[in-house]
């Protein structure tokens, strides 16, 4: 763990373009600035990894289609010039074989990276996310939030990173809350 630290949090998520990628990592630099062991790791990492403990997870995923990828977008994305390697699982597939016992807690988060042009739909991958995560048993501390990006392929928009890092620093924030109020 590292100095001063004495809450852990992961940041599962899928990337096809970096995007998200880039979004996760400045969410885990904003749960540290809050005080938290952070680790954004990419889910096709995590697809085979055991039981781990943490006080928060947060998980996030490009919008494909109104919602969270199928491997049918990730071919479509790879096509389109994502690397090939991450069209086997991504979030959904993902989510459908997880439970809080796998972490230890029940507390999770949710963001998701769509296209500028379609920012006001209600359908998107974090709210897709979300729904599942909760019948799978997780409790979300906040609704999903979504970060821009230009163009399918990026990049993101100006200012997006440092507002993910500033929301990271938040929600680890809402964790402790959460803890205390245990």
Known sequence: MKAGADRSALVVYESMFDNTAHVAEAIARGLERAGFEAHAVPVTSLAASGPMKVDLLAVGAPTHTFTLSRRETRVDAAR?????????????????GVTPGRFGTERVVVFDTRVTRVRRLRLAAG????????????????????????????????????????????????????????
Do not use: H, N, Y
Request: net charge positive; aromatic share 6%; proline share 4%.
């Open 80 to 96: 389109r010039g994502a690397p090939s390697g991450r069209v086997a699982i991504g979030l959904r597939d993902w989510i459908a």
């Open 127 to 182: 709210v897709t996310a979300a729904r599942l995560l909760r019948r799978r048993g997780f409790r979300l501390l906040r609704k999903p939030v979504a970060f821009m990006v230009d163009e399918t392929s990026g990049p993101l928009r100006e200012g997006e990173v440092a507002r993910a890092e500033r929301w990271g620093q938040m929600m680890g924030a809402a964790c402790r809350d959460d803890l205390a109020a245990a």
